[in-house]
């Protein structure tokens, strides 16, 4: 069982702060407070912040033992071929701690990303997906074409290749429908949903692995996440008019217009314990929590440390 934070990229940028220094150093502090992994998220056309690669290759050098990821990074909107050649190069600087979330950048209510973004959204899976088969097929030294519907990678095998063998993992940030499952089952390492209960959880995951063992792979082998932002507070109230706050200045809507898109959790340390509890209960084995609040960031990371990372590190996975 494994806990991480994603670090607030997006909040300091709309706190007028667009210095990578203090991320560097959250970055640490995540890694000396017992977490596991560090993340950063990604939306360079609908909300601005530093770009994630590079935040995660300056991160590689200043910690040891996290893995570092992207939660999720909107591989739609990348050029494959020079996307690759960065993973690879991100891959040989983190020594092998690397793991990716992809995503299409939706479902969410953010008009300015889908207006700025040219290629029809029935496009984007297709595209994300072709590309991750020929990132796979190279990275494990794999025979065959690599032109495809939409682009020719041949020149991915003039790349050098990542630490990984094989590449590191790509999961699916995504949901639990059945498009999602085919995709995760057939080509992704993991699956990240941001939006899904326990019970369907329960019942997705079984689908992927069903679909997995039917695509002859390991249904064990497929990472299982969970994607949730947080306001941590004694008082639920308080917690749920935090996370209300945070969703008025991160997303310029209310917290019940955002619940429908993304989950959300405000209450204490243990009632959240518990809470992670019923997912790992329904497979979940890794989690990947966003702070949702812009005033009192470090209280908050510290109140995870203390009170829910040694819990999810006894949780029993099945």
């Known amino acids: 069982m494994r806990i991480g934070i994603a670090l607030p990229v997006r909040e300091l940028a709309i706190l007028g702060n667009n210095d990578a220094a203090p991320l ?40 040891d033992r996290v893995t570092i990821g992207t939660a999720a990074l909107t591989v739609a909107l990348r050029e494959p071929l020079t996307l690759a050649h960065t993973i690879v190069t991100l891959d040989q600087l983190a020594g092998g701690r690397l ?38 097929r190279v990275w494990r030294q794999e025979e065959g074409d690599l032109a495809g519907e939409y682009y020719d990678l041949s020149g991915l095998r003039l790349q050098s290749p990542p630490t990984q063998v094989g590449g590191p993992d790509l999961w699916l940030a995504s949901n639990g429908k ?29 689908a992927i692995r069903d679909a997995t063992r039917a695509a002859g792979r390991d249904p064990a082998a497929i990472s299982t996440a969970l994607y949730v932002t947080v306001n941590m507070n004694q008082d ?21 217009a955002m619940t429908p898109y993304q ?4 209450g204490s340390a243990e009632d959240f314990a518990a809470w992670l509890g019923e997912y790992a209960a329904a497979g979940a ?19 995870i440390a203390d009170g829910v990372v040694p819990r999810v590190h006894e949780m029993t996975a099945d």
Do not use: C
């Not at 977490?35 to 590079?54: I, K, N, Y």
């Not at 498009?179 to 079984?206: C, F, N």
């Open 285 to 303: 084995r890794h989690f990947v929590l966003r702070i949702g609040s812009f005033v009192d960031y470090e209280t908050q990371v510290h109140t």
């Open 178 to 206: 059945p498009g999602a499952v085919a995709r995760t089952a057939t080509l992704y390492d993991g699956w990240m949903p941001i939006k899904i209960t326990p019970d369907e959880y329960r019942q997705s995951l079984q």
């Open 236 to 256: 639920a109230e308080r917690a749920e008019a935090g996370l209300n706050d945070y969703t008025h200045r991160y997303n310029e809507l209310p917290l019940s």
């Open 99 to 136: 793991t990716l979330a992809f995503g299409t950048g939706a479902p969410l209510p953010v008009q300015a990303e889908y207006d700025a973004v040219t290629m029809p959204y029935r496009e984007r899976a297709g595209r994300v997906d072709e590309a991750v088969k020929a990132f796979k």
């Open 24 to 63: 560097m150093k959250m970055s640490q502090q995540v890694e000396e407070l017992g977490f596991d992994s560090v993340w950063v998220g990604d939306s360079f056309v609908a909300r601005h912040r530093l770009e994630p690669l590079t935040l995660l290759a300056a991160m590689a050098m200043v910690t």
């Open 263 to 266: 989950l959300y959790y405000g």
